[in-house]
C-alpha cells in the first residue's frame, strides 16, 4: 500500500521550465522503478521517464536533452525537472511506481497538469 502525492504541474509558455515531485507514502525497501508518464488527449499514455532505486534512467526520445529524473530515497521522492518546454508537452503527467521481483503491481499518482503554450 503506497499513496503517491504529486506536485508542481501548471502553466507556463514555451521555452520555459517546471518541476514535478511525487512523493511516495511509505519507503519501498526493495528494488524498484519509479517513473513520469504523460497523456494528452486523444492519445495514448506515455513512458515519460523512469529511475530505478538504483540510479539507472531511461527517457523518451521526446524529452531527451530536456528533461531530468531524479529521486531521493531518503525523502521517498521522485522529481522531473523540464526545461525548454514545448506546447507538444502538454498532458497530464502521473507518477508510477512499480515493485519487485514480480513486477506485478503498479502505483499511480492523481495526475497533475502540464500546460504549455505558444
Known amino acids: 500500500q503506497v499513496r503517491l502525492a504529486e506536485s508542481g504541474g501548471g502553466l507556463v509558455q514555451a521555452g520555459g521550465s517546471l518541476r514535478l515531485s511525487c512523493a511516495a507514502s511509505?519507503?519501498?525497501?526493495?528494488?524498484?522503478?519509479m517513473g513520469w508518464y504523460r497523456q494528452a488527449p486523444g492519445k495514448q499514455r506515455e513512458l515519460v521517464a523512469d529511475?530505478?532505486?538504483?540510479?539507472?534512467?531511461n527517457y523518451a526520445d521526446a524529452v531527451k536533452g530536456r528533461f531530468t529524473i531524479s529521486r531521493d530515497n531518503g525523502k521517498d521522492t521522485v522529481y522531473l525537472q523540464m526545461n525548454s518546454l514545448k506546447p507538444e508537452d502538454t498532458a497530464v503527467y502521473y507518477c508510477?511506481?512499480?515493485?519487485?521481483?514480480?513486477?506485478?503491481?503498479?502505483?499511480w499518482g492523481q495526475g497533475t497538469q502540464v500546460t504549455v503554450s505558444s
Open positions: 508510477n511506481l512499480q515493485i519487485g521481483p514480480n513486477w506485478a503491481t503498479r502505483y
Open positions: 511509505r519507503t519501498i525497501f526493495s528494488g524498484n522503478v
Open positions: 529511475i530505478t532505486s538504483g540510479g539507472s534512467t
